[in-house]
């Protein structure tokens, strides 16, 4: 652990790396929140009905 606690203090500004991730995780899934609060109710029954739909394109052989 020596080791990597100096290879790190050696690094001019690490302390601001887990900050910036951390706010950009928080900014990512916060808009990601907001997006899907603000769907209409009819493209949500569109996205919740996609893995059920009946398209014989796409459907396997014998079904």
């Given amino acids: 652990m020596g080791i ?3 290879l790190f203090d050696s690094i001019e500004g690490i302390y ?3 900050i910036i991730a951390l706010a ?3 900014l990512f ?3 990601i929140t907001i997006h899907t609060l603000a769907m ?3 493209k949500e029954q569109e996205c919740g009905a996609l ?3 009946n398209d014989e ?3 396997a052989p014998g079904m």
Avoid: D, M, N, V
Wanted: net charge positive; aromatic share 28%.
């Fill in 51 to 53: 893995p059920f739909e």
């Fill in 57 to 59: 394109k796409y459907q």
């Fill in 40 to 42: 209409k109710k009819s």
């Fill in 16 to 18: 601001w790396f887990p």
């Fill in 4 to 6: 990597a606690s100096r």
């Fill in 24 to 26: 950009l995780f928080i």
């Fill in 29 to 31: 899934f916060g808009a």
